[in-house]
């Protein structure tokens, strides 16, 4: 019995030697998370108590695990940057920061990550921001389960919620971003992954990728953003089941493509966008089992734009399926269903008999005298576009779905 | 009783009435005459106000007409041509004009006296031209107006009928009301009109009673008078 | 007026055309809602009709009404009514019949369907209450035209030829006028373009609830406040009112002036 209490004790001891927590409250010795960084050894723990903590430029250099219990509130007071991890093995849980500085010389952020590895940020919350989370340099890391709501009205002065700078094999999980520039913004990230969250009313992009490749986004939601999702210069991403919608403006898309190729966009719902999809420049994408509803323009192609398919997706009810401005297609569209098909079945094998033409004369009357906008759905328009679809003159006349679907797609 | 003074009335570029001046005292039958296309049916309107003259006063029971449509309780008119909602019924039909002008219960002799008990319930778009007639009649006797205008009242009617209007007629003028009857039938108007109004071109070319017109035609009878006027005119 | 109203309305309620105009609409409803089983397309589908529909029926029933009645108008003229309460009370007659019967026909497999725990009953009275205001203008045009005109096939052809020429022919119009001055701001013209013709306003009425994304695609600024906010709707609504009130005013100033 004796041995084993020794025993108990020693492996105690030895756990404590390798591993301490050190608490963080008002009343204790330890009455500041600098100070807890001060004392703290290598892979201990930090916790810190509920209360309210005025404290900035907190810089976490060595790998330790910071917990807050009950949401302890870290004001940055609109000093600057509040905490800066430069270590690998950080995690950082629990906390709810706020008053970021602004500035328009440095990137001030609520959690900055600078050339590490196996960093973990969790159920954050941040308010009043400029930058939310800023990743750097930095690789093998998540972002899960955090709260980033800002207060941004103008692009110019505002931040990104989730910023992620030359940084590889990221998870970004499950977080809430609004009221931001950019909610999730990548640039030369590569071979990151971006799943379940939610970014909606933020000032320009809901999601933002440039030169980052090799990068998978799905189960999100994007909503209500100044111009939806923009996804530039970037090749092989897979954007998987997401759901964009009510991005309405002149200069508002559910999604952005410029400059893409090689990409797959598979499961997503447009829906109630000024335009859905608007491409620019991009080559060889498989667009596949997408939804498409209530979009202002499901798809609008501007030029230059190869080898891109289009099977068996859903266009519902948009006032314009497709929109082109040239009329050479080198794109195919093959058993999609459009509701605004008209054709029949004879032969009941669930495919029309007549082909699709997606693109309508009026859509490039549109393109052209854009106030003409007003005749939409006019019995004229109607006259005018079923001419042009017995005989294409303005429109691209190969760009045909052959075999219509009579029934909704479903997966 | 109606009083018409300097009435002129143009339609299109034809001049129907031109400067038409009548006066009709109270009680006593007055047949309007006068070829096709002479004014009788445009001045019968100008009285009920439904054509709007150019020129000119109409006045009844000593009252303006114009922008007035109060004067017509006063008045019974039969028109023409009778055309009525053909998805009404005639029961409906003669309550509705009773709710239009005022409750009254001679309807009731009237239906009878034509005969109109079966039809009652029948739609007005199935019944002949004789027997929309007769409804047409009881629309127009039921109300014991004043003055009475009836335009061409024999048509279509048949004998038995005929004989019934021309008493209901008789019976009307011994009330005192002052009637004014417009048709082709010169035996019917000589057997009850007490005075002759016989237009041409617009104007009241005579008026006063068969006799008086004979004499100033110098013929035997009123159908060879009222030809004589004509040929007079047209030669 | 009333008592006309009541007469005209009773007169219409029992005829043939009614029950035709409104099993039309019943049948539509039906075949849009349960045989298709999408309320969204059948939405879009009940808007196209009617834009379309509803003018041609109601102009050309209510100058059919107008001339077939005209005997019996005459023997109203003689009794001791006012000229605008005939006429108003025969027009509003004829307009209320029309309107019940879209709204019955449509309304009743829609309710059947289960309207009201369904979203788009906002956009489904829309278009009701649109039907309605067509209803009410087209009729007043069509009396209108059969008060001008004695000829009855003479006001037969200007009603199919108004109904044509605001259906159709204007819109083409428009759009060349449109294009024609595409280097000049055209947001206010065509907004204008719009507010004058009745089907044109309808449409735009209706877009603005099935194809606001498409609408708020375009950057003038008089746009974006016409579309983008109540305006559109307040303003749409007061020239269709503008719309009913003018015709009535016109037809009653005619017809007091007009020989019978």
């Given amino acids: ?411 | 009783m109606v009083t018409i003074k300097g009435l002129y009335k143009k339609f299109g570029k034809q001049q129907v009435l031109s400067g038409l001046d009548l006066s009709i005292s109270e009680g006593g039958i007055f047949a309007i005459l006068g070829p096709n296309g002479s004014g009788k049916t445009t001045l019968i309107k100008s009285v009920l106000g439904m054509v709007i003259p150019d020129k000119g006063e109409i006045s009844v029971l000593g009252k303006n007409i114009k922008k007035n449509s109060e004067y017509r309780h006063k008045i019974d008119y039969l028109p023409q041509i009778a055309n009525f909602p053909s998805n009404l019924k005639v029961k409906e039909l003669i309550k509705m004009i009773k709710d239009l002008r005022k409750p009254t219960h001679e309807d009731e002799r009237l239906i009878e006296l034509f005969k109109l008990t079966p039809f009652l319930d029948k739609k007005l778009g199935t019944l002949s031209g004789g027997t929309k007639q007769k409804v047409n009649l009881v629309l127009t006797f039921m109300f014991d107006s004043p003055i009475v205008i009836l335009d061409e009242p024999t048509s279509g009617l048949d004998p038995i009928s005929m004989l019934r209007l021309k008493d209901l007629i008789q019976a009307e003028k011994e009330k005192g009301k002052t009637i004014l009857i417009t048709s082709h039938i010169m035996s019917f108007v000589e057997e009850v009109s007490d005075e002759i109004v016989f237009i041409l071109e617009g104007k009241i070319y005579f008026k006063g009673t068969i006799s008086e017109l004979k004499t100033k035609t110098d013929q035997p009878d009123f159908e060879h008078a009222i030809a004589s006027i004509l040929t007079e005119n047209h030669a | 007026m009333l008592k006309i109203l009541k007469y005209s309305f009773y007169d219409l309620m029992r005829s043939r055309w009614s029950y035709v105009y409104f099993a039309f609409y019943l049948l539509l409803g039906i075949v849009l809602l349960f045989l298709n089983n999408d309320l969204s397309k059948a939405v879009i589908t009940l808007m196209n009709v009617i834009i379309i529909l509803v003018p041609l029926i109601g102009t050309i029933f209510g100058v059919m009404y107008y001339y077939n009645n005209k005997e019996f108008t005459e023997l109203l003229l003689a009794q001791p009514l006012k000229r605008s309460s005939i006429f108003l009370g025969q027009y509003l007659g004829v307009a209320i019949s029309l309107s019940m019967s879209l709204i019955l026909g449509l309304g009743l497999p829609f309710v059947f369907y289960g309207l009201f725990e369904s979203s788009a009953i906002w956009d489904f009275s829309l278009l009701l209450i649109t039907g309605t205001f067509l209803t009410l203008i087209f009729t007043a045009l069509a009396f209108n035209i059969a008060l001008s005109n004695e000829n009855k096939i003479k006001g037969f052809g200007y009603a199919i030829l108004l109904w044509l020429f605001l259906g159709v022919i204007y819109d083409g119009i428009f759009l060349m006028v449109l294009i024609g001055f595409e280097d000049y701001p055209l947001d206010k013209v065509s907004l204008i373009g719009t507010m004058l013709n009745p089907i044109d306003l309808s449409r735009t009425l209706i877009l603005l609830k099935l194809d606001i994304s498409a609408l708020l695609g375009y950057t003038g600024a008089i746009f974006k406040q016409f579309f983008g906010t109540n305006y559109g709707l307040i303003v749409s609504f007061i020239a269709l009112s503008l719309w009913v009130i003018l015709p009535v005013l016109r037809m009653t100033i005619t017809s007091k002036k007009k020989d019978f």
């Fill in chain 1, 1 to 411: 019995m004796k041995k084993l209490v020794v025993f108990l004790t020693v492996i105690l001891m030895m756990d404590l030697a390798l591993a301490q927590t050190l608490e963080v409250c008002k009343t204790c010795p330890i009455s500041s998370i600098k100070a807890a960084l001060a004392k703290a050894k290598d892979f201990d723990t930090i916790v810190v108590k509920k209360g309210t903590y005025r404290e900035h430029n907190v810089v976490v250099d060595k790998p330790l695990t910071i917990i807050g219990k009950n949401y302890p509130v870290i004001d940055g007071e609109n000093k600057g940057e509040i905490i800066t991890i430069v270590s690998d093995n950080v995690t950082v849980d629990g906390l709810h920061i706020m008053n970021v500085g602004t500035s328009y010389t440095e990137d001030y952020a609520a959690v900055r990550v600078q050339r590490s590895k196996n960093f973990l940020i969790q159920n954050l919350v941040l308010e009043r921001l400029f930058f939310g989370i800023y990743i750097e340099r930095s690789s093998d890391g998540k972002i899960l389960n955090n709260k980033i709501i800002g207060d941004a009205v103008e692009e110019y002065n505002s931040g990104n919620g989730i910023q992620l700078w030359y940084s590889k094999n990221v998870e970004i999980e499950d977080n809430i971003v609004q009221h931001v520039r950019d909610g999730i913004y990548l640039e030369f990230s590569d071979f990151c992954t971006i799943k379940n969250n939610l970014s909606s009313l933020n000032v320009r992009y809901g999601l933002h990728f440039m030169f980052s490749n090799d990068d998978v986004y799905q189960d999100n939601e994007f909503s209500n953003n100044g111009a939806g999702v923009a996804v530039m210069f970037s090749k092989r991403i897979k954007m998987y089941n997401n759901l964009f919608k009510d991005n309405w403006g002149s200069a508002s898309y559910g999604m952005l493509l410029k400059e893409i190729n090689d990409a797959e966009i598979i499961g997503n719902t447009f829906q109630d966008n000024t335009i859905g999809i608007n491409i620019e420049g991009s080559n060889r994408i498989i667009y596949k089992r997408n939804n498409f509803s209530n979009n202002g323009w499901a798809i609008k192609v501007r030029g230059a734009c190869y080898e891109n398919s289009f099977t068996e997706n859903n266009f519902l009810y948009n006032s314009f399926d497709m929109a082109y401005n040239s009329n050479v297609n080198d794109n195919t569209f093959d058993r999609n269903y459009w509701s605004n098909y008209t054709g029949y079945d004879l032969n009941k094998n669930g495919i029309g008999d007549i082909p699709f033409r997606p693109v309508k004369l009026f859509s490039y009357i549109v393109n052209r005298t854009p106030e003409t906008i007003i005749l939409l759905r006019s019995m004229f328009i109607d006259i005018i576009d079923f001419s042009e679809k017995v005989s294409p003159v303005f429109t691209p006349d190969d760009l045909l779905d052959n075999n219509p679907l009579m029934k909704k797609v479903t997966w």
